[in-house]
């Protein structure tokens, strides 16, 4: 089986699968796993598919992940959807993020002979774009034929330094904000006829920029305000601005909500006006250290590796966020994210193979 899980990782790599084009392989997916049922949600250029299989009584265990990938970009040493094998290692656009991943679950499922339950498998065409079509769509689906899982593996890059190195078992919420700060237009040589906007903000920017808004928990780091941007005037050096634009992101935990946000802007802007503009992009989610899936998937990482894995929920967000909010418990596990998005992305062969080696006994784990 090894052998196959290289075999079909290299086809899933040879697809041009830029979103929200899936380059063929659900349909190919859906092939390779015949036995499965099948069910397809195709909306606005993005195809989604859901293909299941029960065995029995018993719970619903299901990994999910995206066979998109983002353009390549330049700097390549080899055609991007061209696998190269060199020194171990196999190079192709989604390499990491997460082709790696597509393949080893799917492996482990066409494995799987036996299981106390239902394994199933969720896979999009528009994780790396706007994924208003994608996995959201296919849960809102599964909800109205009864077939959400109880567990979900979302096989997205996880691991730091050493493969098996780390889990995430959430992930924070987004919160992005614009503050438009407003003053009164003037010539700059006569400052005491407008009222400067940069400087109403800038003996306070230090209680704004990088602050954070909770003390973090167990499972989360402080929500912090992060500046993205500052801009306002005419690029003219005689003309003060009437109004400055501050961007911002908070990464917040269940801790922070965007009621905190507006609270605290309005404390420290106190008596200036201002209009704020706020969007929660994602919200904040974690699964219980003790659940089942948390507790069976660290325990198949460290005998396949001998590593413990620590439990996280930094980065980004991920569709396992939409999981979330379903109530699944829900974590993500995969290969070494340090390659992806970049020219040359890369991941070895040996952690392929492990990663296909964890989930057949995360299978095997719910029998």
């Not at 924070?172 to 009222?195: C, F, M, V, W």
């Not at 501050?246 to 990464?251: A, E, K």
């Not at 998937?297 to 005998?303: G, M, N």
Request: include cysteine; charged fraction near 25%; hydrophobic fraction near 35%.
């Amino acid at each position: 089986m090894n052998k196959n899980v290289v075999d079909l990782f290299i086809r899933l790599l040879s697809a041009e699968s830029i979103t929200p084009d899936d380059g063929g392989l659900m349909a190919y997916i859906e092939r390779y796993l015949s036995d499965f049922e099948v069910i397809r949600v195709d909306r606005e250029g993005v195809k989604n598919l859901f293909l299941y299989k029960k065995f029995g009584d018993g719970v619903h265990l299901n990994f999910a992940g995206h066979v998109d990938v983002v353009p390549p970009g330049d700097g390549w040493r080899s055609a991007p959807f061209e696998p190269m094998i060199l020194d171990g290692r196999i190079y192709a656009r989604g390499a990491q993020d997460m082709k790696s991943g597509v393949a080893a679950f799917v492996q482990a499922a066409k494995a799987a002979k036996e299981f106390r339950g239902m394994i199933s498998l969720l896979l999009t065409s528009d994780e790396e774009g706007d994924g208003t079509y994608g996995t959201k769509i296919m849960l809102k689906e599964l909800e109205s034929r009864s077939l959400l899982p109880d567990f979900s593996v979302v096989a997205e890059p996880t691991c730091e330094e050493r493969f098996g190195d780390a889990i995430k078992i959430g992930r924070r919420g987004s919160i992005n904000g614009i503050l438009t700060i407003y003053g009164k237009q003037g010539h700059a040589a006569y400052p005491e006829k407008s009222d400067n906007p940069v400087h109403k903000i800038a003996p306070l920017l230090d209680r704004l920029a990088g602050v954070d808004l909770d003390s973090g928990d167990s499972d989360f780091a402080p929500s912090k305000m992060v500046i993205t941007d500052i801009r306002g005037g005419m690029e003219v050096t005689n003309v003060t601005p009437g109004s400055l634009r501050i961007m911002f992101n908070v990464r917040n935990s269940t801790a922070t909500t965007e009621e905190d946000v507006s609270n605290h802007i309005s404390k420290v802007l106190d008596g200036i006006s201002y209009d704020l503009d706020l969007v929660q992009g994602s919200y904040p989610f974690v699964t219980n250290r003790d659940s089942k899936i948390v507790q069976n998937i660290s325990k198949c990482i460290e005998d396949v590796t001998t590593i413990k894995p620590k439990l996280s929920t930094a980065g980004g967000t991920s569709d396992a966020r939409y999981m979330g909010s379903y109530g699944i418990d829900v974590v993500e596990f995969g290969v070494i994210n340090d390659l992806i998005h970049t020219p040359n992305e890369s991941t070895s062969i040996d952690e392929v193979i492990k990663l296909y080696t964890v989930f057949t006994k995360l299978i095997e784990s719910f029998k």
